[in-house]
């Protein structure tokens, strides 16, 4: 088992940190996902601080049982969560995780989520247990379209009426990051290994 995955790192990102999510983190989660703004373009149900705490505790279980998990998004010295950054699923035997990540209204196009991402996928393919990353966009989602496709992701098609979104079935973009392709491309832009930019 790796000890990495039991013990996730904090990741230092500009004016912000990845670090493991908190049972304390479920009153400002709970307070920026409950803006219809944040979850109508997913998959999410009806957010409740039940869901919320829900979410944390499995973040936090799967951590403990050395699986990729979510890391919170944290701003300033008091340390507060404006997101979620990280991996929804993983395949142990298929080497592939799945990203998911969500972020308070207020700090969209910043571009704080591409510095987490960037800093998410790092880890990643720094360690030795996963050769893709994949992740699913509701086709109307054009922000999270932009932020694969700025991170790299290529999209490899959609699947049609994959999820349901609180009661009708939607299309969903497939976007998939091979450990080859980010590694190329951190060659093409001279990027070090550790950066997380
Ligand atoms: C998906 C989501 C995280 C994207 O957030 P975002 O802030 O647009 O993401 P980014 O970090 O990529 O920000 C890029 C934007 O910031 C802008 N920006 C401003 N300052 C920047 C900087 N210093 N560096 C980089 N980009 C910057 C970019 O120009 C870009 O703007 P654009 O989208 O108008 O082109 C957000 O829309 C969200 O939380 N949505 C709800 C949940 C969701 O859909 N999750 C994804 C499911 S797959």
Redesign the pocket.
């Known amino acids: 088992m790796s000890r990495e995955l039991r013990h996730p790192p904090t990741i230092a990102l ?1 004016g912000a940190r990845l670090r493991p999510l908190r049972v304390a983190d479920a009153a400002p989660f709970y307070a920026y996902l409950r803006d219809p ?3 109508d ?2 998959s ?1 149900p009806d957010v409740t601080l039940p869901l919320v705490e829900a979410i944390i505790e499995r973040s936090l279980s799967r951590w403990a049982a050395g699986e990729p998990s979510k890391w919170g998004i944290a701003l300033g010295a008091d340390d507060q969560l404006v ?1 979620t ?1 990280g991996f929804n699923d993983w395949s142990q035997v298929h080497r592939w995780a799945e ?7 207020a ?11 960037a800093a998410a996928l790092a880890w990643a393919f720094q360690g030795d247990q996963i050769d893709r990353v994949h ?4 086709v109307d ?4 379209a ?3 496709a ?2 790299g992701f290529l999209r490899e098609g959609c699947l049609r009426s994959f999820r349901m979104c609180r009661g009708r079935p939607h299309d969903f973009d497939l976007y998939a990051l091979l450990r080859s392709d980010w590694a190329a491309a951190r060659l093409v832009t001279g990027a070090r290994a550790g950066d997380d930019g």
């Open positions: 500009e703004r944040v979850t373009r997913t999410y997101g950054c990203l998911g990540c969500d972020l308070a209204r700090h969209w196009g910043t571009g704080l989520m591409r510095r987490a991402v992740a699913f966009a509701r989602n054009a922000p999270s932009r932020l694969l700025h991170s």
